[in-house]
């Protein structure tokens, strides 16, 4: 069975800072990739996501991952946060080889940027 | 295009009634479905999903139980609500059969149980 863990439970930076936030999973097979964000107030919505191919992922508002299959990490980052990217990000995994049927989200990053 | 609704937004309930929450997905067919409770600091949970309709696959032993009486129709319901099943309840569908798929989620309800 898939697991996720995210390396922090909070963050806190100034505007402009840049930001990396940590997500391993653990799984033997073939995975797909997901940051999802959760803006404070709003329902969850896809950050970006890794199938295959480049592991350098571009998502949106500026946010890009990378996949490292040797550590099995999938590191969310952005070299300049605004204090609108203040919300709850989550890592999530699912196996290619269950038809990607099972999603296994991590316990969240809630990401609090100061003005 | 496709759209998920959850309803309702908030509910607050007393220990001991039942709860029915229901989710139906639009403008797709087949699509697997997904029933998360969120709670604070531990992400999110997966409760149940199914694959079709009347398949159910339950992931944690619990005081909840879902059903799926149509394709795109989803409930979550409990006999005797507890004080423990308050929460964040998240209904979640994905492209059935595929590999490569994410999931869409809808907006959420809100349990308070008291």
């Known amino acids: 069975a898939q697991s996720v863990s995210q390396h922090n439970h909070h963050v806190i930076l100034s505007e402009a800072a840049s930001l990396e936030l940590g997500c391993n999973y653990s799984?033997?097979?073939?995975?797909?990739l997901f940051w999802y964000v959760q803006y404070p107030g709003q329902h969850l919505q896809l950050l970006l996501k890794?199938?295959?191919?480049?592991?350098l992922v571009k998502g949106i508002k500026g946010f890009e991952a990378e996949f490292i299959k040797s550590k099995f990490s999938f590191n969310l980052r952005k070299p300049s946060v605004q204090w609108s990217d203040t919300a709850e990000y989550f890592c999530?995994?699912?196996?290619?080889?269950?038809?990607?049927?099972?999603?296994?989200f991590g316990p969240g990053t809630r990401l609090s940027v100061l003005p | 295009s496709q759209t998920i609704h959850q309803w309702p937004a908030t509910l607050v309930q007393p220990v001991g009634s039942p709860l029915s929450l229901e989710c139906t997905v639009e403008?797709?067919?087949?699509?697997?479905l997904y029933w998360y409770r969120q709670a604070a600091g531990r992400g999110l949970q997966l409760l149940f999903y199914?694959?079709?309709?009347?398949?159910i696959s339950s992931e944690v032993p619990q005081n909840l139980s879902a059903s799926r009486p149509q394709d795109r129709q989803f409930i979550l319901s409990s006999k005797k609500l507890l004080l423990s099943d308050s929460g964040f309840y998240l209904c979640?569908?994905?492209?059935?059969?595929?590999?490569?798929?994410?999931?869409?989620f809808g907006q959420g309800t809100r349990l308070t149980v008291v």
């Open positions: 979640a569908w994905s492209i059935w059969g595929a590999i490569n798929t994410e999931a869409f």
């Open positions: 403008g797709t067919s087949n699509p697997n």
């Open positions: 999530a995994v699912n196996a290619q080889d269950n038809y990607g049927q099972n999603f296994v």
């Open positions: 890794y199938f295959s191919g480049d592991p």
């Open positions: 799984y033997g097979g073939t995975v797909n």
């Open positions: 199914s694959v079709g309709i009347g398949q």
